[in-house]
């Protein structure tokens, strides 16, 4: 593999998030091999079925995106005018997006500094009486406090979804993302914990009646609420036996359409490669941690660093790495110029979504989140972590986030070294 990114780093951020090597090759021939359809056939229920056992979710359906699935979770909010709906603001744009297409309010709600995940104190003093939902994420893989979030949730009949984006893989108490709210949202984009080679999505749902909709939407069929009429009583012209799909169709009167549908299949070649996926999760996310723990302990080395950690009873995934610099805007740049020069790619993820110009038109800004403006100005920092580095980019990235931490530090030490 070349060791070299785009931009030419030696350790680049992240290209992809996973493997995929002979395996995914080998479920590839067999799909193509056999004379089966290439969407809508076993591959996707295979992949579906294994993803429902993994999550432990009632639910689990593909989609195109984690963007298609955050939008189907929104649809399934029934969201009216006035209603409001608490988000964070320390996400990929995606996750809050769908939001923008209803006439709703949107909370933003702080975040906890040292998890980056959504301070369930905050978010209490942010329900109203007019709350529908929550949307939150896995900041980077470390599950957010559920238990205490879903307990001022149920109490509420709020609904909660977690874009689980950055979390297959990881662990809460011994349950895992997409069983711990109501409806969960996966990606498998190239960059993510598993890909289906570059695009694909998972929802998993608690309630039956949203696996239902969420069939037929993704499948070209409108949203609608249906009644089933008695046998006999189809309404259209006389149907010939074998006329299956639109026996289903007569059979059904519509009583109200709330949307219309659209399609949102994955491909069976998507699907066939995330179930080889699937079953190198565990490896997949064994390497990351073993690339952060090896960053944790060059990070934690140097006073004035703190660490982005689970709780003892729970897992992180590493979809990111993370870790804060504190002392000011002037050691994180000298931070970054360093790291720069000795080839490691560095990125912060993410900007406050609330300074974001289509939140900004919306009413939000500056002073709205303190933490979350806080950090992510002064503080926050992501390095390289994922299954693609090799052992010597690890080692060389090691070396290099040691030294530029030291140099960040003490202003006295040279700026823009050379490369090592
Ligand atoms: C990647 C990502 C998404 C969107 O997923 P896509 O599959 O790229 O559409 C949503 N939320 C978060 C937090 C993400 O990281």
Known sequence: MNAAGPGGYRVPFARRGSVVGEADLAALAELVHSDGPLTSGVWRDRFEERFRELTGARHALSVTSGTVALEMAVRMLDLAPGDEVIATPQTFQATVQPLLDHDVRVRFCDIDPDTLNIDPVVLESLITDRTRAILLVHYGGLVADMDRIMALARR?????????????????????????????CFSFHSTKNITTLGEGGMITLARDEWAERILRIRDNEADGVYA??????????????????????????????????????????????????????????????????????????????????????????????????????????????????????????????????????????????????????????????????????????????????????????????ARI
């Open 156 to 184: 509420r009949g709020i609904i909660v979804v977690e874009d689980s984006a950055h979390a297959l893989g990881a662990r809460y108490r011994g349950r895992r993302p997409g069983a711990l709210a109501d409806i969960g």
């Open 228 to 417: 089933a009429l008695p046998a006999g009583q189809a309404d259209g012209p006389a149907l010939l036996p074998w006329m299956k799909f639109a026996d289903g169709v007569y059979r059904h009167r519509a009583v109200g359409i709330r949307a219309a549908g659209t399609n949102a299949t994955m491909s069976e070649a998507a699907a066939a490669v995330g179930l080889v996926q699937l079953a190198s999760l565990e490896r997949f996310v064994a390497r990351r941690r073993e690339i952060a723990g090896r960053l944790d302990a060059a990070v934690s080395t140097v006073p004035g660093t703190r660490l982005h950690r689970a709780a003892p009873d729970s897992r992180h995934a590493y979809h990111l790495y993370t870790f804060f610099l504190t002392g000011g805007r002037q050691v994180r740049e000298r931070f970054v110029r360093v790291l720069d020069a000795l080839g490691v790619e560095v990125q912060l993820r993410y900007f406050p979504l609330h300074l974001s110009p289509e939140w900004r038109l919306r009413g939000h800004g500056p002073g709205m989140c303190p933490q979350a403006e806080r950090i992510w100005f002064e503080e926050h920092m992501n390095l390289p972590c994922h299954p693609g580095l090799s052992d010597a980019q690890v080692d060389h990235m090691v070396t290099a986030v040691t030294r530029a931490l030291h140099e960040a530090y003490d202003p006295a030490a040279p700026v823009g070294a």
